[in-house]
């Protein structure tokens, strides 16, 4: 009984990794293809099914005019929005979260509760509820089209994770650190920033490798809010799908628009198996 | 504590996104009593036309949301199910545990909308490897075409796209739960089912209950996987409802009425998740 247990399980996860891992296999072995070799009907092994070349990855970093793909400087840009947008979302989600579990809010019928599911409560809204106005609000602006107007975007779209993340984690950090401080004559900024802020790195982090993930695979904002002057990765690359897909291109653009985060996935996972994530994600 | 220090922790934080957020839901509501389009652009005022439309002349607008609903709780479900799953199996003793975890972790990492494009080419129906496979036995599924298949298609994206979320926030909860009444368990001979139905579930009820409304609220707004992957077609086979706003907003620049349509959906979705969450809480919560 208890083999018949651990057979099914081995069996269990090695389907699920295949499953995991098929679409990457596909994406590495189309990205060294060429025009005859992905129109011919299905061909997976390099040298034996097809003569690989590095045409794909080499348009990566032609010009369009030059029948190319150029992906750095959506690369740039992506990093940038996601960078800047992380961070001012980090440091007003983590000073709002701190009030929040501190101290007690009333404002009429709204309590610390309230207030916290405000915050959280912005996932709710579908991306295409915002876009229209946003759109009309970033035009009269004269923020259409640039990076600084998708950052605002990237605000409402990151801060409630990290609100959401950080709440709960200084519910879990004593009090008693911030009352110590506080006798010992430190003004409550003081507190916060030399002794809460130092016991709340884990949280910090956590809290930033979510901002970064729903920042990074995000599309439909860059997707309606932009249009020449400024590109994100994941628009640069849709595009691709649009005319006579050069698939080798667009998996070898895939495949660099995804191995940054890959290294996320090692980090969360060391944070997991220390156990500092219970803390952080409930 | 000092009363005005807190404001200055919060206000910073609360006014940027209500400064950013005031605008775009207050235009919203008036645009939603306006026929903006791209004919008339500008804000005029005919009541509560755009509603009535809405309620009495729109099925297709309830189609959507019909067949959003069946998504979303059909990839939920699986993904709660397989989540839950790989989340037991790699939480104990098991070879290779870190790769596992890491390998099960990826495809949240990964832009929906990229991987979409992968996935399009995976299941080309005439030179995608699924096909080239399946073949082999004389099928030629229309995985992309067909009425029925292409809900599949999308349903099984989704899945693996976010499967790893729930996998992570329920292997958070499992390796937090505390280990006494697991030492009870075994004093009383319980089996790893019996184990897993009195202890490990009841135990898990409430970070269940939290990862399923977390993946029901991102869920709903699946959009980008339909729009890269079959733009709502064949016909309207896999449109949503954020699809069909997207449409009526941005592709036939009727502003005024999909505002309309985007707050009735606001409305259906906070009154839907507000149910949800005391259904599960009754059916979950039931037994402790």
Redesign the interface.
Known sequence: MRLF?ITL??L??TL??V?????FL??IS?SFKDFQS??G??T?IPWVDFEPTLDGWQSLFKSPARGGVDIVEPFLNSVFVTAAGSL?SII??T??A???S??T?KAGPMRNGD?TFF?IS?????????????F??LGKLGLLDTLLGLV??Y??LL?PIA?WIMVDFFNKVPQEIDETA?IDGC???QA?YKVVLPNSIPGIIVAGMFCM?FG??D??FAF?LTFTEVQL??VA??A??SSI?P?WS??A??LV??AP??V???I??RY??K?N?????? | ??FK??????L???L??LG??I???G??VR?SFSSWDSFYPGLDFIGLDNYIRLFTDDMRFWEAFGRLSLLSLTTVFLQYV?GF??AL??WKQ?VFQ?F????????????????T??????FHE????V??FLSLFGMQPLWLSSEILSKFTVILVEV?QWTPFMF??L???L??LPKEPYLAASIDGAG?VRTFVYVTFPLMAP?SI?AIIIRL??A??I??TVY?LTSGGPGTATET???Y??IK??REFQ?GY??AL?LT??VI??IS?TIIAKILTKLMVRGS
């Open positions: 247990y399980k081995y269990a996860v699920w990794s499953f995991v891992i098929a679409p596909w994406a189309t992905v129109t009907g299905a997976y001012v007003l989600g000073l709002a701190y009030a929040l501190r101290y809010f207030i915050f912005q996932r709710i809204m579908p991306p295409v509820v915002l876009a229209i106005p946003f009309i609000m605002l975007v605000v409402v801060m609100v506080l003004n409550p900024f916060f993930i990074w695979t599309f439909f309606i990765l994941p690359i849709v691709l799908n897909t698939w667009l998996s653009a895939a628009s995804v985060l890959v996320v996935a090692f969360v996972e997991l198996s156990g994530l219970s803390g952080a994600l409930k | 504590m000092n220090h807190k404001y200055l922790f919060l910073p934080g609360l940027v996104l950013i957020l605008f775009p839901i235009f919203t645009l397989i799953s790989l199996m790699v098991i870190r596992f975890r890491v390998l099960f972790l990826i495809p949240m990492m990964t832009t929906p909308v990229i991987m494009v992968v996935w399009r080419t995976f005439s030179l995608g490897p096909n080239d693996w992570l926030l292997l958070a909860g390796l937090s790893p970070i939290g609220i991102e709903s707004k959009m980008d890269v409802s954020s699809f706003i997207f907003g941005l502003f999909s505002a985007s959906y606001l979705m906070i998740f």
